[in-house]
């Protein structure tokens, strides 16, 4: 099966779930997420980062309230690691970053950090709180940073409940058009 076909398998087979004590299931913030990118005017880079940030949280099967379970499921890291096998690094990073985004958002813009919703400030405590002046300096150096920090701002807007959004194959073109294209084995 191609990736974006497994990918798009993957939201209807396990996207049902709630997202993580928001009021919208895991596809319905994702199409959100890169609706928002789109509406952006985002590139296909991030608009396919912005649908698949989460998908650690698919791959992992995690039960919904890992949070407050006090678990930190660490999904950014495994959705960057099976995402590397198809996209290239400004995805990939996007994705792999999203997380430090929301740290890194708190400690540059204290009123970012006043409007996270419950479900997130209570997950940024497990994820290490805001950054400290060091790591704000050492993740403005990394690559992507600014596209993970964007995603980030599509993510926490991305929980409205019922909105009516395009659907998974609206963005096939999207990830086509930045799916790495390996020769044949
Ligand atoms: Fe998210």
Known sequence: MNPIDRIFALFQEKGQG???????????????????????????????AALLHDIGHLLHGLPEDIAEQGIDGRHEEGGAAWLERYFPSAVVDAV????????????????????????????????????????????????????????RRWDDAAKVPGLAVPGLEHYRRHLQAVLIQREPA
């Open 18 to 48: 709630a997202y993580f004590g928001e009021p919208v299931t895991q596809t319905e913030h994702a199409l959100q997420c890169a609706h928002l990118a789109e509406q952006s005017r985002a590139g296909s880079d991030q608009i396919a």
């Open 96 to 151: 792999r970053l999203h997380v430090a985004a929301k740290r890194y958002l708190c400690a540059v813009e204290p009123a970012y950090a006043a409007a996270l919703s419950p479900a997130s400030q209570r997950s940024l405590e497990l994820q290490g709180g805001p950054m400290s002046t060091e790591e704000v300096r050492a993740f403005e150096r990394k690559p992507n940073f600014r596209s993970a920090v964007a995603v």
